[in-house]
């Protein structure tokens, strides 16, 4: 009785578990219970919905997002199918679109970022300050570090291997695009030599290469 | 037989993460198996004092949380292939690991290492809590000075109330010409107020502030502390090896000169 109804979540929305013998009315109920209390917890949002363990016909299903939106903030954008390849397909064009996104959309981020912190983001992202050993940049797109990038450096998170990272002072500790991942050799150490070049680090044929910024190498970059 | 060591002292900057670093690579050097751990999670320095910071994937907080095996975390040494090291996190707190999820850790690497060091961070708390944990001795490390010996003795006290009864003294950055100026304390004085083992005593030498810059512990070089740090690790091997003489030859100019500053 108690667990006829169940919220669960996924990355791109929620599955709601129904019972599959008990009453559709006892249920209805349920789930206005079970979303008031989670009412807090999910706070104002637009969610995928895939039902799991009972087959519902059209009106019952209108019905339960009625139920949600009247017991919660949460807005149902659409209600998705359970079905695995559907799962998949519907998958990849989300992350395709995440990637699309990330590598379009860009924030900026100002002041240094010190050891111990980490600025994290899907979109690309523009650092005006100094990224200092031990710090950590991850991004969905690119990263661009106007100021010393000393620190560790993901961009392409997500898997976009077109994503690049350009600084004024190229020195990090660690770069890794995609999911191919450079060291800084063992000699050089964190010290700026002064005449710092404006580089560019980008990955081709699965190895992390980086160039002084030029337009040469700026018109092969394709995002 | 695995040894798991804690490298400790309660205040900070005495050097317990030079001597973890110094220790573990003396030992590499007489071809014992040793990691090096990091318990100081966000603010770890071993990796840089090992010149390995750039190797750094996973780290402790990593393999304790279970995103990945042990040895995807254990980095091994530039120069010493029987040397490793487990980096601490930077990006997170002490509260990240719990003792008993220490001991756990620490119980997995004893099947494949002679040594286990744990660098602990200054202070009691947490941190200090998860580096004991598991030991099975302590090194406690300190200065010749009143501030570093008070901590020391709390942290000897400590020590003895978790069950750690086999505890050793370094008595780090000693200075002989000072000592015989009276400006500073001698070793014997350190060891008559703490009262346990002196397993050595290391001089304050600059190079060990060139070879932490430059990522290369000075263990097994002919400096005056490498060679200090080597006679330590034959100590805690069981050899035994006599105190060494820390005097500075000083030449005859130097002298000379300190003459005429005095007058």
């Given at each position: 009785?108690?667990?006829?109804?169940?919220?669960?979540?996924?990355?791109?929305?929620?599955?709601?578990?129904?019972?599959?013998?008990?009453?559709?009315?006892?249920l209805?109920?349920?789930?206005?219970?079970?979303?008031?209390?989670?009412?807090?917890?999910?706070?104002?949002?637009?969610?995928?919905?895939?039902?799991?363990?009972?087959?519902?016909?059209?009106?019952?299903?209108?019905?339960?997002?009625?139920?949600?939106?009247?017991?919660?903030?949460?807005?149902?954008?659409?209600?998705?199918?359970?079905?695995?390849?559907?799962?998949?397909?519907?998958?990849?064009?989300?992350d395709?679109?995440?990637?699309?996104?990330?590598?379009?959309?860009?924030?900026?981020?100002?002041?240094?970022?010190?050891?111990?912190?980490?600025?994290?983001?899907?979109?690309?992202?523009?650092?005006?300050?100094?990224?200092?050993?031990?710090?950590?940049?991850?991004?969905?797109?690119?990263?661009?570090?106007?100021?010393?990038?000393?620190?560790?450096?993901?961009?392409?998170?997500?898997?976009?291997?077109?994503?690049?990272?350009?600084?004024?002072?190229?020195?990090?500790?660690?770069?890794?695009?995609?999911?191919?991942?450079?060291?800084?050799?063992?000699?050089?150490?964190?010290k700026?030599?002064?005449?710092?070049?404006?580089?560019?680090?980008?990955?081709?044929?699965?190895?992390?290469?980086?160039?002084?910024?030029?337009?040469?190498?700026?018109?092969?970059?394709?995002? | 037989?695995?040894?798991?060591?804690?490298?400790?002292?309660?205040?900070?900057?005495?050097?317990?993460?030079?001597?973890?670093?110094?220790?573990g690579?003396g030992?590499?050097?007489?071809?014992?198996?040793v990691?090096?751990?990091?318990?100081?999670?966000?603010?770890?320095?071993?990796?840089?004092?090992?010149?390995?910071?750039?190797?750094?994937?996973?780290?402790?907080?990593?393999?304790?949380?279970?995103?990945?095996?042990?040895?995807?975390?254990?980095?091994?040494?530039?120069?010493?292939?029987?040397?490793?090291?487990?980096?601490?996190?930077?990006?997170?707190?002490k509260?990240?690991?719990?003792?008993?999820?220490?001991?756990?850790?620490?119980?997995?690497?004893?099947?494949?290492?002679?040594?286990?060091?744990?660098?602990?961070p200054?202070?009691?708390?947490?941190?200090?809590?998860?580096?004991?944990?598991?030991?099975?001795?302590?090194?406690?490390?300190?200065?010749?000075?009143?501030?570093?010996?008070?901590?020391?003795?709390?942290?000897v006290?400590?020590?003895?109330?978790?069950?750690?009864?086999?505890?050793?003294?370094?008595?780090?950055?000693?200075?002989?010409?000072?000592?015989?100026?009276?400006?500073?304390?001698?070793?014997?004085?350190?060891?008559d107020?703490?009262?346990?083992?002196?397993?050595?005593?290391?001089?304050?030498?600059?190079n060990?502030?060139?070879?932490?810059n430059?990522?290369?512990?000075?263990?097994?070089?002919?400096?005056?502390?490498?060679?200090?740090?080597?006679?330590?690790?034959?100590?805690?091997?069981?050899?035994?090896i006599?105190?060494?003489?820390?005097?500075?030859?000083?030449?005859?100019?130097?002298?000379?000169?300190?003459?005429?500053?005095?007058?």
């Open positions: 009785m108690k667990n006829s109804v169940m919220i669960k979540g996924n990355k791109y929305g929620i599955v709601l578990v129904l019972d599959a013998i008990q009453p559709f009315d006892d209805k109920l349920q789930i206005a219970e079970k979303f008031g209390e989670a009412s807090k917890f999910f706070g104002k949002c637009s969610l995928a919905l895939s039902f799991e363990g009972r087959q519902l016909s059209d009106t019952e299903e209108q019905e339960v997002v009625d139920i949600i939106s009247e017991n919660s903030d949460i807005s149902i954008i659409c209600i998705a199918d359970s079905n695995k390849s559907r799962e998949t397909m519907f998958k990849k064009s989300v395709e679109k995440l990637g699309q996104i990330s590598s379009n959309l860009g924030e900026f981020y100002k002041g240094t970022l010190r050891s111990g912190q980490a600025l994290e983001s899907d979109n690309s992202l523009v650092i005006l300050g100094d990224v200092n050993p031990g710090a950590r940049v991850a991004s969905g797109g690119s990263v661009v570090v106007l100021g010393a990038l000393k620190g560790t450096v993901y961009a392409g998170v997500s898997g976009n291997m077109n994503s690049f990272v350009v600084a004024l002072e190229m020195n990090p500790l660690q770069i890794k695009i995609g999911d191919v991942i450079a060291r800084r050799p063992d000699n050089s150490g964190d700026s030599d002064g005449n710092a070049q404006v580089k560019i680090a980008f990955l081709e044929g699965g190895d992390i290469y980086i160039e002084p910024l030029s337009k040469e190498v700026l018109s092969e970059i394709r995002f | 037989m695995s040894e798991v060591i804690v490298i400790t002292s309660g205040k900070g900057g005495v050097g317990k993460t030079t001597t973890t670093a110094n220790l690579t030992l590499a050097q007489l071809n014992k198996k990691v090096l751990i990091d318990t100081d999670i966000g603010l770890r320095n071993l990796d840089v004092v090992l010149g390995l910071e750039n190797r750094i994937v996973y780290n402790l907080v990593d393999v304790v949380e279970g995103n990945c095996r042990i040895k995807q975390a254990l980095i091994k040494d530039k120069k010493y292939p029987e040397l490793y090291l487990l980096p601490s996190a930077q990006t997170r707190d509260s990240s690991v719990s003792p008993e999820q220490m001991k756990i850790l620490v119980e997995e690497l004893k099947d494949e290492f002679d040594y286990i060091i744990l660098d602990c200054a202070g009691i708390e947490q941190g200090f809590k998860n580096a004991i944990a598991s030991a099975d001795r302590a090194i406690v490390v300190t200065n010749p000075e009143v501030s570093a010996i008070r901590d020391a003795d709390r942290i006290g400590l020590l003895e109330a978790n069950g750690i009864n086999k505890i050793d003294l370094i008595v780090n950055k000693i200075r002989m010409d000072m000592v015989k100026r009276g400006d500073m304390m001698s070793i014997d004085d350190v060891v107020i703490l009262a346990i083992n002196l397993i050595g005593a290391v001089p304050d030498d600059e060990i502030v060139i070879s932490t430059r990522g290369e512990p000075v263990a097994g070089t002919d400096s005056r502390a490498g060679k200090a740090y080597m006679n330590i690790v034959r100590r805690i091997m069981g050899e035994d006599p105190l060494e003489n820390l005097d500075v030859n000083i030449g005859f100019w130097t002298k000379l000169s300190g003459l005429f500053k005095k007058n």
